[in-house]
């Protein structure tokens, strides 16, 4: 330290306060670090069960179309039979608008084929169900992984800018006490000077006084 007590309490309130800035920095990066940590890995374990999900509904398109086809095929047989059945009920009354036997043939056919499309819609309508919460679940899940990813963008971005603050404030503070280092330094030149001449001048004296007492 220097000659100047006030320099140099000044020089190392400096110190400390630099001291007081890293460590500070050191704390929150490793709180910022963890919390990172925690959301990468919690990205990745809800990325692992989309994945699944995901595998599960592979035939969830086709199977929706399928069931899609089969209500439409279901409404158009309801149409027809009702039609036929209209048709059967006015041939029974009145023989010259047509043969009620070949109607009711084609009724038949027509109810044979409504049975087995209601059969295979119930069939394939739990597993569709099923699929459709999956795919609910599956979209759910993907807005939270975007949430999370969004998220760890935003914690990257605050650990640059708290990094870029620390070293301005760092820069800052490393100026300052290079400033009071070289002013210190100079103060110490300044005296050493002038405890030379001081001396100096001293040796002078007795020189004289020495003269003086012959």
Do not use: W
């Not at 963890?34 to 995901?54: H, P, R, S």
């Not at 048709?87 to 027509?110: M, N, T, Y």
């Not at 939270?144 to 990094?163: F, P, S, T, V």
């Not at 800052?172 to 330094?185: F, G, N, P, Q």
Request: glycine share 2%; net charge positive.
């Amino acid at each position: 330290l220097g000659v100047n007590p006030d320099e140099d309490i000044a020089l190392l309130d400096k110190l400390l306060e630099l001291q007081h800035i890293d460590q500070e920095f050191a704390t929150e990066a490793i709180k910022d670090r963890e919390q990172l940590n925690q959301v990468e890995g919690e990205i990745e374990a809800q990325e692992q069960i989309l994945l699944q999900l995901k595998d599960n509904m592979k035939g969830y398109h086709n199977l929706k179309d399928k069931f899609e086809a089969m209500m439409i095929e279901i409404q158009s047989l309801e149409v027809e039979k009702a039609s036929l059945a209209k048709q059967l009920e006015s041939a029974q009354i009145d023989p010259s608008k047509g043969c009620s036997k070949a109607i009711k043939k084609r009724l038949d056919d027509v109810e044979s084929k409504l049975a087995r499309a209601r059969s295979e819609t119930r069939k394939n309508q739990q597993m569709y169900r099923k699929l459709e919460q999956e795919a609910q679940k599956a979209k759910v899940l993907q807005q939270k992984i975007e949430q999370l990813k969004q998220g760890k963008i935003a914690l990257m971005k605050k650990q640059r800018e708290a990094a870029i603050r620390h070293r301005e404030s760092t820069d800052a503070k490393t100026r300052e006490i290079e400033s009071l280092k070289r002013k210190e330094k100079k103060t110490g030149q300044k005296m050493t000077k002038l405890e030379a001449e001081v001396q100096k001048q001293k040796l002078n004296l007795e020189k004289r006084k020495m003269f003086c007492d012959k």
